[in-house]
């Protein structure tokens, strides 16, 4: 289903676009890096959360901003559901494989035992991707006052151009 009935003043730049894509995971990077700080080493934390958050959002976020450009409506609602989907998805294919004869355990439960997951690990590795999507949301956020957000505003106001 193609959207080809609201205003032209309601559509985005390509250009802006792409730049939102690179400064969307700043923030929820750093919010990451900072909850992950109290274990030392915030500015490293950073930036290897960063680089990574930056893959996924280049890889993803691209093909998904080409494709879905001209097909949904910019509304806030769904750059967020985009921005989640987009850092959560690696995560839960991720945590799909198995952990090769490894234990681990999470507050005394074990999560994996002989390589094989538990239902407990399920739960908590489920939890992850839930936070990671939580995160992917606020860039979601980010993107769209970048890309969408300033446009909108110069509609409020009446203007029909979008600098």
């Given at each position: 289903m193609t959207y080809r009935a609201w205003n032209i003043e309601e559509r985005f730049s ?150």
């Amino acid at each position: 289903m193609t959207y080809r009935a609201w205003n032209i003043e309601e559509r985005f730049s390509l250009r802006r676009g792409l730049a939102a894509l690179v400064v969307a995971p700043i923030l929820p990077s750093m919010i990451l890096a900072l909850a992950l700080g109290a274990y030392g080493m915030p500015t490293e934390i950073f930036v290897a959360i960063l680089m990574v958050a930056e893959i996924c959002a280049l890889t993803l976020g691209i093909p998904a901003l080409l494709v879905l450009r001209n097909k949904v409506q910019p509304r806030l609602v769904w750059a967020l559901i985009y921005g989640g989907f987009v850092a959560a998805f690696p995560w839960f294919v991720i945590s799909l494989f198995p952990a090769d004869g490894l234990d681990a355990w999470t507050n005394g439960i074990p999560t994996v035992v002989d390589g094989q997951l538990t239902w407990f690990g399920f739960q908590m590795r489920m939890l992850f991707v839930a936070g990671i999507f939580a995160l992917g949301a606020v860039g979601g956020a980010v993107f769209w006052f970048i890309a969408v957000g300033r446009a909108r505003l110069l509609i409020v106001k009446g203007k029909l151009r979008d600098d």
